[in-house]
């Protein structure tokens, strides 16, 4: 009932005007099977089309999912390896424009659409070198295919939350405090 009466448009300077100064919003837009971002800061703003279709990124989503658990044959929840080269295909495919700038900030707010409400942003690989260096680890005979430590999943350096709208992030920014005296 409150999106009824609610204005859902929101203006980049009121988005701006809600970031912190290390902060950033990435909102992802489907339009059929186009794929559009738009990623703001509180001094810049960049919209830009994704080089990935809808079908493309739900496969690639698809895929790391099914590298996270699956059901065999005989009902068992089983790990098989992480796609690691596929999240961190992704990663670039989505924020590959913006990567220098996201290596700065703090904390990003995603809004995700698409496939990527299927699958948590932090699962993606931002940095290159943990990828080369556990596919040469993975070279080995001795090697342990689930041994991610060195990859540099996005959130390890900053934190990641997940907004469900633009407008539903800036009304709770613009919340006031609670002034409960107990948790």
Do not use: C
């Not at 099914?66 to 068992?76: E, M």
């Not at 992704?90 to 900030?105: D, R, S």
């Not at 932090?122 to 993975?138: D, K, P, S």
């Not at 430590?149 to 009304?171: C, E, L, P």
């Amino acid at each position: 009932r409150f999106r009824a009466v609610s204005d859902g448009r929101v203006e980049i300077t009121d988005l701006q005007a809600a970031l912190g100064p290390d902060e950033a919003y990435y909102r992802m837009i489907l339009a059929k099977d186009r794929l559009f971002a738009l990623f703001v800061t509180r001094d810049s703003a960049k919209a830009y089309p994704l080089d990935i279709n809808a079908d493309v990124l739900a496969g690639r989503v698809a895929k790391i999912r099914d590298s996270i658990a699956i059901t065999n044959s005989l009902g068992q929840t089983v790990t098989p390896e992480f796609e690691v080269g596929t999240a961190r295909r992704l990663y670039l495919e989505l924020f590959g424009p913006v990567a220098e700038q996201m290596a700065k900030l703090d904390h990003l707010i995603f809004e995700p659409d698409g496939a990527m409400l299927q699958l948590p942003v932090n699962l993606l690989v931002a940095e290159q070198a943990g990828v080369t260096a556990y596919f040469a680890q993975q070279k080995l005979p001795d090697a342990d295919p689930y041994d991610l430590r060195g990859i540099a999943w996005m959130g390890r350096k900053q934190s990641v939350s997940v907004a469900v709208s633009t407008k539903g992030f800036i009304d709770i920014r613009r919340a006031a405090n609670s002034r409960a005296e107990r948790a």
